[in-house]
């Protein structure tokens, strides 16, 4: 696990309120150790810190009974980072991810295959696509099977805590020399410079200490690496015309970035940032249609397939690539 290194009071508060006696962690700004300033930017009617450990877990899985509670983000007077200065502490998370019931994801594979194309686009710029290659989270391997098919990569390195997709996992990799490490921190486990080539794809933004994390990836590389991360855009036009119901506004991110805070955090954790850009995602038309009817108050049962076509846009993500500063 992460160590918290700006926590501000290391025994965490309870918090108030009739409903409540769950004690939640307090922290200082995770990139630069700001206190946090009394105002927060996005709250929602009924904050989670007011509810207990046992009453927020439905919401943590998506399940939501009068409308969702987050806990409050402020933005860092210090380095602009948008971030929730009470929160869950590791062990509550650990709690939260073991009961995660098994992903129900209504994203077809073909819509996800296209999204993680496009990732791969942007890492295939940068690298030459040799030597080892790391991938933190890499589900069902997505990602890494593009690198399979194209790139000359020697050896893998994929710390995926979920046994369940290790099969398929497995498959992807197959006939390569790999590691399927059971622990998305697992990098202990990696020697030094092991990497010419690591990703992290929607994880960055699931962690409180995002700094650690990147320094002990950091010291997996070797001198001019590409680390390609994904992680949602606080920025993006769709947060600012939904507000606080923007969905990744949720219990599972400590933290959400824009272009300018993910550059103050990678150069905090000693990385050059090479390029952050807009990524695109792939829906079927089926899907969007469905969620626009839901969003206007209807809640029909079949939705035409428009033969299962696909579309990509531009929905409120980004994608930065960076490399190890100063090891050349
Ligand atoms: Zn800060």
Same mark, same amino acid.
Not at 46 to 51: K, R, S
């Given at each position: 696990m992460a160590q918290q290194d700006h926590v501000l009071d290391p025994l965490a508060v309870t918090a108030s309120g009739p409903r409540s006696g769950a004690a939640y962690l307090r922290r200082n700004c995770p990139c630069c150790g700001n206190a946090p300033p009394a105002q927060p930017e996005v709250r929602t009617a009924? %904050?989670?810190? %007011?509810?207990g450990f046992d009453e927020l877990t439905p919401q943590w899985n998506g399940f939501f009974k009068e409308g969702k509670s987050i806990f409050s983000y402020v933005r860092c007077t210090g380095c602009g980072l948008l971030y929730a200065p009470v929160f869950f502490d590791n062990e509550q998370l650990g709690r939260l991810y073991a009961q995660m019931p098994p992903n129900m994801d209504e994203v077809p594979l073909p819509a996800l295959r296209a999204t993680q194309r496009g990732y791969f686009e942007a890492l295939k710029r940068h690298s030459a696509l040799k030597g080892g290659f790391i991938e933190v989270g890499p589900d069902v391997g997505l990602f890494t099977e593009n690198c399979v098919r194209e790139g000359q990569f020697d050896e893998y390195w994929l710390l995926e805590p979920n046994r369940a997709v290790e099969g398929a996992l497995r498959q992807v990799v197959n006939g390569r020399k790999h590691h399927i490490v059971h622990d998305m921190f697992g990098f202990k486990d990696i020697p030094e410079k092991a990497a010419s080539a690591a990703v992290m794809i929607h994880v960055l933004d699931h962690l409180l200490d995002p700094v650690e994390t990147l320094r002990q990836i950091r010291r997996t590389l070797t001198p001019g690496s590409t680390l390609v991360i994904v992680t949602h855009d606080e920025s993006s036009l769709l947060r600012q015309v939904i507000g606080s119901r923007w969905p990744a506004f949720c219990l599972q991110h400590p933290q959400i970035y824009n272009p300018k805070s993910i550059r103050k955090l990678m150069d905090a954790a000693g990385f050059e940032v090479k390029e952050v850009s807009k990524t695109v995602n792939h829906f079927e038309v089926k899907f969007l249609l469905k969620h626009l009817l839901w969003a206007l108050g209807f809640k029909p049962k079949k939705v035409p397939s428009f033969a299962n076509a696909v579309v990509g846009l531009k929905l409120g993500n980004m994608l930065t690539v960076a490399t190890p500063r100063g090891a050349a």
């Open positions: 009924i %904050t989670a810190d %007011t509810l």
